[in-house]
Antibody, heavy 119, light 110 residues
Framework: QLQLQESGPGLVKPSETLSLTCSVS??????????WGWIRQPPGKGLEWIGN???????YYNASLKSRVTISIDASQNQFSLKLSSVTAADTAVYYC???????????WGQGTVVTVSS | QSALTQPRSVSGSPGQSVTISCTGT?????????VSWYQHHPGKAPKFMIY???KRPSGVPDRFSGSKSGNTASLTISGLQAEDEADYYC??????????FGGGTKLTVL
């Protein structure tokens, strides 16, 4: 049974870079032809797609975040990561990692991790 | 890419049916048969309920069904149960391995 778990700092200062990791267990991230993605939910708001990465390394980002987002894979650790630079209070959210069915639907989700941007 | 449009809230009594709409454009919902739906109980991970407009993943009750007409997709829940009370989100493929979510709908079981 594939499981995903997010980890990273719960508090990030404004203008700094938010860094999160998604650890994958129960399957190899690099031996499967899946996309892996990040989604967030700001307080009181809906889900927002951040970006996807194909297991081979190709990346696809939400146009509104593209200039600040980097998603990468560390196959040796069986994990993938999210970096969001120059954060502001608007980036405060629950961040989820997920596996995608094709590149179109999120079939397995992590539990989510809360990130607060504040000085 | 603008968020897909969903009603803020819907409600129904146990045993009844409710339908949640998800309206997009000819560039997303109308262009692809790749709409998915998620059930989200606060504090938990979203649950994968419907994909490719009408398909149900293993383990999802057949009370949940999806459809699409033009630029609008719909999720119908029949035989409403108390545990169905949650937020529901639609999501559509937009091309180039990208997606967009709806704003979410709060379902209240009366």
């Amino acid at each position: 049974q594939l499981q995903l778990q997010e980890s990273g700092p719960g508090l990030v200062k404004p203008s700094e870079t938010l860094s999160l990791t998604c650890s994958v267990s129960g399957g190899s991230i690099s031996r499967s032809t899946y996309f892996w993605g990040w989604i967030r939910q700001p307080p009181g708001k809906g889900l927002e797609w951040i970006g996807n990465m194909y297991y081979s390394g190709s990346t696809y980002y939400n146009a509104s975040l593209k200039s600040r987002v980097t998603i990468s894979i560390d196959a040796s650790q069986n994990q993938f990561s999210l970096k969001l630079s120059s954060v502001t209070a608007a980036d405060t959210a629950v961040y989820y990692c997920a596996r995608l069915l094709g590149s179109r639907a999120f079939d397995i989700w992590g539990q989510g991790t809360v990130v607060t941007v504040s000085s | 890419q603008s968020a897909l449009t969903q009603p803020r809230s819907v409600s129904g009594s146990p045993g009844q049916s409710v339908t949640i709409s998800c309206t997009g454009t000819s560039s997303d919902v109308g262009a692809y048969n790749y709409v998915s739906w998620y059930q989200h109980h606060p504090g938990k991970a979203p649950k994968f309920m419907i994909y490719d407009v009408t398909k149900r993943p293993s383990g999802v009750p057949d009370r949940f069904s999806g459809s699409k007409s033009g630029n609008t997709a719909s999720l119908t829940i029949s035989g409403l149960q108390a545990e169905d009370e949650a937020d529901y989100y639609c999501c559509s493929y937009t091309g180039s391995s990208s997606v967009v979510f709806g704003g979410g709908t709060k379902l209240t079981v009366l």
